[in-house]
């Protein structure tokens, strides 16, 4: 008997918003250019490609004669063009109205450039939530994909999965499988051999997981998006030589194999059976081919940073939505909110994602120039705002001005978010593993610590506690907000039995215009005499290190600086440096134009130090940078009863 095995061969590609244009040309030729050109000459070879508007805008631009080519292919109905959210976005965590206005975006886009409106779409990492129905079904999309694992845990048996139907809400779409097994199979051996196994499978009477559409005809059918595995299989030759290999392997099975679309075999199917698919259990992708925790949402406990960034579009969100009257000023503020819902800003990706520093600064610009555009010119008033922001269940504290945004939450009465409007830059955007770094949190440390220490870990290592106190990650009581005077007052109460347990903490945040003042009053509760250092710690984010980035002066010096291992003409020292008896620090961003100086109101020692994190982006592991920190340090001697003041100031302009 003669076995025909209709093919559906699927091409995702996807970059995410703020990644360099020389990864979107590498990508382009190694593997769009040579995937799409040689598709070309093999007509009778249909293939369903699904880009990110992300990645077509940056193709319309760079290059326009790939954007002909595929007008070519659509024309002659060779390739099926595949919809979803314009910015790659992780729907089931962004709001209904952004979903649909995502998915229409690219729907719109796709319709003027190459004359046809997508019937179906591609889900990020095809990562599932069942709420996702509805908004697919609303904006007219027929159709998605799900790998056979899903359908294996929606208690389908492996060996008959097929195309079903999904409800949800009175809303259905169809779900075609997507074959995990081919996709394995294509990146480790050629094309020709895996088929030839399929083929003796099927004499043999061992049909296998291949999938078996209600068609009534009795064709069988596999869905597969390969190209990005085997294209990076044989380094020493061409990418056009590995596709044309591939597509020379496929044209060889023509006798029993029927190209098709998803397009066309939608329109045939039925009698379908209905499915209810459960949360998507792996996000593979997502993770760098990791498994992850059950629920995508999971990221967001795993990643405080990308939880920030979630945080920062809902309440973006809420903003825009108050607007009124102007709908041309909305639907612009809603396209710079989209830029940063792509789902590479909430988990750690194949390009790098929330580890990676420029795809966080392109997702906050985004979200900063959406909340300026919202703003009303006339009528904003500089506010201080108690609300639970990071949607812990805590309120936190949000200064607004038109220069600054402040966010403060009650752990270590620390600052979590530092937004310069004037460039739309958050100077608090870092990163750091298992573990949230913010700005003015506060440690209590023995008179013995040194740079070398900080550096090696000791204040975050196993026995920090013992020696150490880190105000920074305790609960801090608010004392008073000064809604009128843009001031808020909070306490550390004593903790008897902590290193420096015995110390009270009254920490003052107040802000006028570009400054942001914070004064400290450390009270010894004790009975005896307590003898340490006071570091506030402070994390910066530049645009990158070194002195193309970043240029440091020392204001009022009275020493010169000492830098441990300098390397001549940076400014800074590669692995932190020591800076004595200063009046004030400036840092000056020279990408985005701002001086930063921190001050005191009495002359301070300093450690400066960049801080660097491990990100992995397509398999390659960099050591990259997220922030430079900055340690002032108020030596203290507190007998019972004494206290010691401080004050600091930090001016952006």
């Given at each position: 008997m003669d076995h025909i095995l209709r093919f559906i061969l699927g091409s995702h590609y996807?970059?995410?918003?703020?990644?360099?244009?020389?990864?979107?040309?590498?990508?382009?030729?190694?593997?769009?250019?040579?995937?799409?050109?040689?598709?070309?000459?093999?007509?009778?070879?249909?293939?369903?490609?699904?880009?990110?508007?992300?990645?077509?805008?940056?193709?319309?631009?760079?290059?326009?004669?790939?954007?002909?080519?595929?007008?070519?292919?659509?024309?002659?109905?060779?390739?099926?063009?595949?919809?979803?959210?314009?910015?790659?976005?992780?729907?089931?965590?962004?709001?209904?109205?952004?979903?649909?206005g995502q998915i229409e975006m690219l729907t719109t886009y796709l319709r003027k450039h190459f004359g046809k409106r997508p019937q179906g779409c591609r889900l990020p990492a095809l990562a599932w939530e069942p709420h996702i129905v509805g908004p697919l079904s609303t904006c007219g999309m027929g159709y998605t994909f799900l790998e056979e694992r899903q359908f294996t845990l929606a208690g389908v048996e492996a060996g008959v999965i097929e195309p079903c139907i999904t409800e949800d809400q009175g809303k259905l779409i169809t779900i075609f499988p997507v074959s995990n097994?081919?996709?394995?199979?294509?990146?480790?051996?050629?094309?020709?051999?895996?088929?030839?196994?399929?083929v003796h499978e099927q004499n043999r009477g061992d049909t296998g997981p291949v999938q078996n559409p209600v068609s009534g005809d009795g064709k069988k059918l596999i869905c597969v998006f390969p190209e990005q595995l085997f294209a990076e299989n044989g380094a020493s030759e061409s990418a056009e030589m590995r596709f044309h290999r591939f597509f020379e392997d496929l044209s060889s099975f023509e006798s029993q194999i029927e190209f098709t679309s998803p397009g066309k075999l939608f329109k045939g199917l039925r009698g379908l059976k209905k499915i209810y698919f459960p949360v998507s259990q792996e996000a593979g992708v997502l993770s760098e081919g990791k498994a992850s925790n059950p629920a995508v949402r999971q990221f967001l406990?795993?990643?405080?940073?990308?939880?920030?960034?979630?945080?920062?579009?809902?309440?973006?969100?809420?903003?825009?939505?108050?607007?009124?009257?102007?709908?041309?000023?909305?639907?612009?503020?809603?396209?710079?909110?989209?830029?940063a819902q792509g789902f590479d800003a909430f988990c750690p990706g194949v390009y790098g994602g929330v580890c990676r520093h420029s795809i966080r600064k392109a997702a906050y610009k985004a979200l900063l120039e959406a909340e300026k555009i919202?703003?009303?010119?006339?009528?904003?008033?500089?506010?201080?705002?108690?609300?639970?922001?990071?949607?812990?269940?805590?309120?936190?504290?949000?200064?607004?001005?038109?220069?600054?945004?402040?966010?403060?939450?009650?752990?270590?009465?620390a600052v979590f978010e530092l937004d310069y409007l004037p460039k739309v830059w958050n100077y608090l955007d870092t990163f750091a593993p298992g573990f949230r770094r913010t700005g003015f949190a506060d440690y209590l440390v023995s008179p013995e610590l040194t740079l070398q220490d900080t550096l090696e870990g000791v204040l975050q290592g196993p026995q920090a506690q013992l020696s150490h106190r880190y105000c920074g990650g305790e609960p801090f009581e608010l004392v008073s907000m000064d809604k009128e005077h843009e001031q808020v007052h909070f306490r550390l109460p004593v903790h008897p039995g902590l290193p420096y347990g015995n110390i009270e903490l009254e920490k003052r945040y107040q802000i006028r215009k570009d400054t942001l003042k914070v004064t400290y009053v450390l009270i010894n509760r004790g009975t005896g005499t307590e003898t340490g250092k006071f570091i506030p710690s402070l994390d910066l984010s530049f645009p990158g290190e070194g002195e193309s980035f970043v240029r440091l002066v020392k204001l009022q010096t009275a020493h010169t600086v000492t830098p441990p291992h300098e390397e001549p003409g940076t400014g800074f020292a590669p692995d932190g440096m020591v800076m004595t008896d200063a009046a004030g620090i400036t840092l000056e961003d020279l990408k985005n134009e701002v001086s930063i100086t921190l001050r005191s109101d009495l002359n301070f020692d300093a450690w400066i130090m960049p801080i660097r994190t491990p990100c992995r982006i397509q398999g390659a592991l960099y050591r990259m940078y997220q922030s430079t920190c900055i340690m002032p340090i108020r030596p203290f001697l507190l007998e019972p009863g004494d206290c010691l003041a401080a004050e600091f100031s930090l001016r952006i302009y």
């Open positions: 996807h970059i995410p918003y703020g990644v360099g244009d020389d990864e979107f040309e590498a990508a382009y030729k190694t593997n769009l250019k040579p995937f799409v050109s040689t598709l070309y000459k093999y007509p009778k070879i249909q293939a369903t490609l699904h880009y990110s508007g992300v990645l077509l805008y940056w193709l319309e631009k760079a290059h326009p004669e790939f954007f002909m080519l595929l007008e070519d292919l659509v024309s002659r109905k060779q390739i099926e063009l595949l919809g979803g959210g314009f910015y790659e976005p992780m729907m089931s965590l962004i709001p209904l109205s952004d979903k649909i097994r081919f996709k394995e199979a294509f990146a480790q051996r050629r094309a020709s051999l895996v088929l030839e196994d399929w406990i795993d990643y405080p940073e990308a939880n920030h960034i979630y945080a920062k579009m809902m309440f973006t969100h809420i903003l825009i939505n108050q607007l009124r009257g102007d709908k041309s000023r909305k639907r612009i503020a809603r396209e710079e909110l989209w830029k919202s703003r009303e010119q006339s009528g904003f008033i500089p506010s201080v705002l108690h609300f639970d922001f990071d949607l812990d269940g805590e309120g936190e504290y949000l200064f607004r001005n038109g220069y600054i945004n402040c966010y403060i939450q009650l752990e270590g009465a």
